[in-house]
């Protein structure tokens, strides 16, 4: 099993979500960034420095919400997600072909990975 954490990250009260790009797995699905959770480290410190890496802005944890285990067949993850603030950086993508800053009542419209639509379905019913 993958531990893998994500963040709702909030941004001038909309959702920044990432489309994956055609080489990952799930080519072009929608998801919350994020991404494994290293030896030894802690998750908040892990989503932090994923969403530097992957989208090369900082952000502040707010709340942890449910975790979601799911089964690809190929393999299986424990996706962890964060509620999180923007707080600083320029938006670039190193990893992800695409990026959208969208209405709470616009996420259902995504072609989302599996495991994130838990996490989606827990965030709208969330009081942010």
């Known amino acids: 099993m993958i531990n893998v954490t994500c963040a709702i990250i909030l941004k001038d009260e909309k959702v920044l979500v990432a489309q994956r790009n055609e080489k990952m797995k799930l080519p072009l699905k929608w998801e919350f960034p994020g991404?494994?959770?290293e030896i030894n480290?802690?998750?908040?410190?892990?989503?932090?420095?994923e969403i530097k890496e992957e989208i090369n802005i900082n952000i502040e944890v707010l709340k942890r919400l449910s975790n979601n285990i799911h089964d690809y067949g190929?393999?299986?993850?424990?996706?962890?997600?964060?509620?999180?603030h923007y707080l600083s950086g320029e938006i670039k993508l190193a990893e992800h072909k695409n990026y959208r800053l969208l209405e709470k009542s616009e996420l259902l419209n995504l072609d989302w990975a599996e495991a994130d639509l838990p996490i989606v379905e827990e965030f709208l019913k969330l009081e942010i």
Not at 75 to 83: A, E, M, V, Y
Request: charged share 35%; with cysteine; proline share 4%.
């Open 74 to 84: 190929a393999f299986k993850i424990n996706l962890i997600p964060f509620l999180a």
């Open 35 to 37: 991404g494994k959770l």
């Open 41 to 49: 480290e802690d998750e908040i410190d892990c989503i932090k420095r």
